[in-house]
């Protein structure tokens, strides 16, 4: 991948409006100008790349390590008079939630945002963005907001999907006809909620810490942005804790269900084996090889014998018909 296809965008802001799209090497310039702050958006940018970027905006080496790996827990960190922000986003592909990384460096006039792996584009975000100047104009604190509103916003329909899946699989658990074990589909499920979780309960702190420090980034009128995020993560969380808790009950039932059909199918050759029993009984007597058995030399012997047979297997049928157990 050559820096054309890593540099999603690069662009200069002034007093809430496009400036301009400008390169790599322009930022140095543009930032002298006053009013101005730079917004610059990489995908899977490479060790030349970050190294420039590093370079244009004096980033700590540590926290380009970090963004350079993409191996990060959601998470704030503050170097010196830059913040580093680590989001942890999420796409639903071929029916599995996938997660990437989000990696932001916020400078007073400056922001830039490093993806990888599942991630949407932020194009979006970026039009929102330049169709609201008089929000723009705060500068890279609006930016941060809109990112992460938009990470956040993206776990939504992410949870909705999973409580549809849970919603089908309920319903089929207690189908009457139903024969199938749903446990490795609702484990898989309760694996997905803690996934997303663990993603978002970072973000809390996040956005306690926006909502306290870093006035020197976050401005005053902003900060009350930040804390309708935290309200969005606290309802995620609460949804997501809900849904987990009533899968683990799902599967407990399930776990039940299986063990009270195997009782069912013992049941039944119990009862069927029961049955059996009474000729088997019966024709082991007259097979032993005795010289005088009652009834050998009377003519209605055998078909009384069957017949009482027949007898004692219907009327054992009946009983075990009445107990559920056939």
Same mark, same amino acid.
């Not at 407990?252 to 119990?270: H, P, S």
């Given at each position: 991948?050559?820096?054309?296809n ?13 400036? *301009? ?51 990060? *827990?959601?998470?704030?960190? #503050?170097? =010196? ?14 029916? #599995? ?10 400078g ?17 975000v ?10 723009l ?36 658990l ?46 005053? #009128?902003?900060k009350?942005?930040? *804390? ?44 069927? =084996? ?9 024709f ?14 009377? *003519? ?11 007898? =004692? ?10 107990a =559920?157990?056939?």
């Amino acid at each position: 991948m050559n820096n054309a296809n890593m540099v999603v965008n690069c662009t200069a802001y002034k007093s809430g409006k496009k400036l *301009r799209d400008i390169t790599i090497e322009e930022i140095s310039d543009v930032l002298q100008e006053e009013n101005t702050f730079v917004w610059v958006g990489l995908l899977e940018p490479s060790v030349e790349l970050m190294r420039q970027i590093k370079e244009e905006f004096n980033l700590h080496e540590l926290a380009v390590e970090d963004a350079y790996a993409a191996h990060q *827990r959601p998470k704030i960190e #503050e170097y =010196g008079d830059t913040l580093f922000v680590v989001l942890q986003t999420a796409q639903v592909v071929d029916a #599995e939630v996938q997660f990437g990384e989000t990696h932001i460096f916020v400078g007073a006039r400056f922001v830039v945002s490093v993806r990888h792996g599942a991630s949407k584009s932020y194009a979006k975000v970026r039009e929102h963005c330049e169709m609201l100047p008089e929000r723009l104009v705060r500068g890279p604190s609006y930016v941060l907001y809109s990112i992460m509103d938009f990470v956040v916003d993206n776990y939504g329909p992410i949870m909705n999907d999973l409580e549809e899946r849970f919603d089908k699989y309920e319903s089929e658990l207690f189908e009457r006809d139903s024969e199938r074990a749903h446990l490795q589909d609702l484990y898989q499920l309760k694996r997905q909620l803690i996934k997303i979780r663990s993603a978002a309960m970072p973000l809390l702190d996040v956005c306690t810490q926006l909502l306290r420090f870093h006035e020197n980034i976050i401005t005053k #009128e902003g900060k009350i942005y930040f *804390r309708d995020i935290y309200d969005h993560v606290v309802r995620l969380i609460e949804t997501g804790d809900r849904l987990r808790e009533m899968v683990a009950a799902a599967m407990q039932i399930d776990l039940a269900q299986v063990t009270i059909r195997q009782n069912e199918v013992v049941q039944t050759l119990a009862g069927w =084996g029961a049955i059996l029993a009474i000729p088997t009984m019966i024709f082991s007597l007259y097979g032993m090889n005795f010289a005088h058995m009652p009834g050998l030399d009377w *003519r209605w012997s055998f078909p009384l014998v069957l017949g009482g047979i027949v007898t =004692g297997c219907s009327l054992l049928w009946r009983r075990l018909r009445r107990a =559920g157990w056939l």
